[in-house]
């Protein structure tokens, strides 16, 4: 599978298990793109999101991002979840933003993509939540907040 492919995989799995989660429907990437962009900036800039509920009360980025092949921390891929974590920060505070990565372990560091970007960068993500999918047995789990 291809890395567009795998990424749209993993975003239709997060919105399912979203929908159920909040008992509510949610705008895709196969929705109109009017329906998942939000104005964002000074001045205002469109900026798509990869899912946002009917009520536009909450907004998911989702990022299927592994560790390096090997098995070092994959700084780019990092940088790259915290534009999406600026992007959300600029949304309207009411609005709950949730970023849901793959949950990937790493024997090395003993723990999780997801946690060690948490660890690192939480100091900067007031405000948003992250989630872990593990899609082998599909649990999401908050992982802050």
Sequence with gaps: MDTVSKGKDFEDKVIQKLKEMFNCD????NSRPDL??????????????????CDRNI??????NDWSITGKVPSGKLRTILSEVLYLSKLP??????????????????TT??????????HLMS???????????????????
């Design 26 to 29: 949610f705008n895709d990437s």
């Design 113 to 122: 993509l997801g946690k060690y970007f948490v660890n690192k960068y939480g």
């Design 93 to 110: 505070k009411d609005i709950k933003k949730i970023i849901v990565l793959r949950k990937y372990f790493n024997e090395k560091y003993n």
């Design 127 to 145: 405000g948003i939540t992250v989630m872990e999918l593990d899609t082998d047995n599909m649990e999401l789990e908050q992982i802050f907040m």
């Design 36 to 53: 998942i962009t939000f104005k964002i900036g000074d001045p205002a800039k469109p900026h798509k999101f990869d899912g946002v509920s």
């Design 59 to 64: 907004v998911v980025e989702c990022k299927d």
